[in-house]
């Protein structure tokens, strides 16, 4: 009997993770009447959906759905929610933002005025708010954002209220326990690719439900063939309140990849010494975390404490003018601007649960001392101290719609903070040479 009540227990505590519910929702947009039809998404809903089916999950999927088809669809999905532990949504095809607000674009939409929207497109919160409500974990996949004619038409319609109409699609908060992943940043379009899948499609498929392996690590791997296969002109970009480690297929052993332990401790450490000026603090880190998340950042600090010791030194004495006295270091020094010139990447790390988001990926274009892109504006001085500032979607205007990036740079690094205007969202970022 006590046997037969251990056991009981023991099943009811230990469950595997794959005998949860798991559902799914994949909707693939090519036959667009009103529009250039988009020849991989249809594809990309077939390999996703087959995909998902594979690794356990009830699928729902729509392909070429106009309005109404769209609309039943998502509402066969909804009805299946009930009791799921993991749920997935999909969608390639055309997508848009107005107003901050991003819509799924059925194939027989015109959206010839910005009434038109609301009556001819689908919202994602349609489908995101009733997965958040249900399922402890949500994963979500946006491949929609491609150069979309429809989006310019209803722009051009508009005048000088366009800039309501944004490029791609707006950044998404996520509830706790979701994953937001976006083919490329918000505010950005992603190519629909030359073969059979678009090359976001075909980095998930390749990558999604490796054995042993947690999805973040996935997506990790997900951007990096991405980049590849772009030459660099895309770039995924993923938003992730996950509060643990989400693994779609079983390993036989240990993970696939190993991941860094990334705890509440080191956090809190790291944000202790984060202002600190000497190199002793980060080396203490290095050597209670060294496999830890900010190590690239702690070394890249250590090197800048190290250059700051030839900044030159005021030297007072009252029966004397005022001298000024350098000391002389290492002939590797910036001379001029041009030490910062070229392409660089650069990551952004967000306090924790503050922004919505981990972590974000971009790249840079220095010249002379200055980046003057669509998204990303500042400065460069010959002492390495950066200035700049990062746009969310058209309107460069908007106080909510911006990043503020200040630090230090190196011919090799960089290293700061950055703050969001009006909001709580901050934390620290780091710079490497392409």
């Not at 772009?230 to 693994?247: E, H, Y």
């Not at 892109?373 to 500042?378: A, D, H, Q, T, V």
Request: charge should be neutral; aromatic fraction near 8%.
């Amino acid at each position: 009997m006590r046997l037969a009540i251990l056991l009981f227990v023991l099943l009811g505590f230990f469950t595997p993770v794959h005998a949860a519910k798991r559902v799914a929702l994949v909707i693939g947009n090519s036959a667009y009447v009103h529009a250039n039809p988009l020849p991989n998404p249809k594809n990309d809903a077939d390999d996703i959906a087959k995909k998902l089916a594979e690794l356990g999950f009830a699928v729902t999927s729509g392909k070429d759905l106009d309005l109404n088809g769209m609309r039943d669809t998502v509402r066969g999905f909804i009805k299946n929610l009930e009791g799921a532990e993991v749920t997935v949504f999909y969608y390639a095809g055309h997508g848009l933002q107005v107003n901050g607000t991003n819509y799924m674009v059925p194939i027989d939409a015109r959206l010839a005025t910005e009434d038109d929207v609301g009556f001819e497109a689908m919202a994602m919160e349609t489908v995101l708010g009733p997965m958040e409500r249900v399922s402890r974990t949500n994963l979500v996949f946006l491949d929609a954002c491609r150069d979309n004619p429809l989006a310019q038409n209803l722009a051009r319609s508009l005048g000088t209220r366009s800039a309501v109409v944004g490029k791609g699609l707006a950044q998404l908060g996520s509830g706790v326990g979701t994953l937001i992943s976006f083919a490329t940043q918000p505010g950005n379009v992603a190519l629909d690719g030359g073969g059979r899948n678009s090359p976001f499609t075909a980095a998930l498929l390749r990558y999604l439900g490796t054995p042993g392996q947690d999805i973040t690590r996935d997506m990790v791997l997900v951007r990096r063939d991405v980049l590849a296969a772009t030459d660099g002109k895309q770039v995924p970009w993923d938003n992730s309140s996950l509060t643990g480690d989400v693994v779609l297929r079983a390993g036989d052993g240990a993970p696939a990849v190993a991941l860094p332990e990334y705890n509440s401790v080191e956090t809190a450490y790291w944000n202790s010494i984060l202002t600190e000026k000497e190199s002793s603090f980060f080396e203490k880190y290095l050597e209670r975390f060294p496999k830890g998340q900010f190590v690239d950042l702690a070394r890249m600090k250590i090197e800048l404490v190290k250059r700051t010791a030839a900044t030159p030194i005021a030297i007072v004495s009252p029966k004397a003018p005022v001298k000024l006295a350098l000391i002389e270091t290492e002939t590797d020094t910036p001379r001029g601007l041009t030490a910062f010139d070229g392409r660089w990447s650069l990551k952004r790390t967000a306090k924790k649960g503050i922004c919505g988001w981990t972590s974000i990926f971009s790249y840079l274009e220095i010249t002379n001392g200055k980046i003057d892109l669509e998204e990303w504006k500042g400065t460069v001085k010959e002492d390495g101290t950066l200035s700049l500032t990062h746009y969310f979607g058209d309107n460069i205007t908007s106080e909510k719609g911006r990043n503020i990036l200040t630090g230090k740079m190196t011919p090799d690094g960089g290293i700061g903070k950055f703050y969001q205007p009006n909001r709580e969202c901050k934390g620290a970022f780091s710079m490497v040479r392409n």
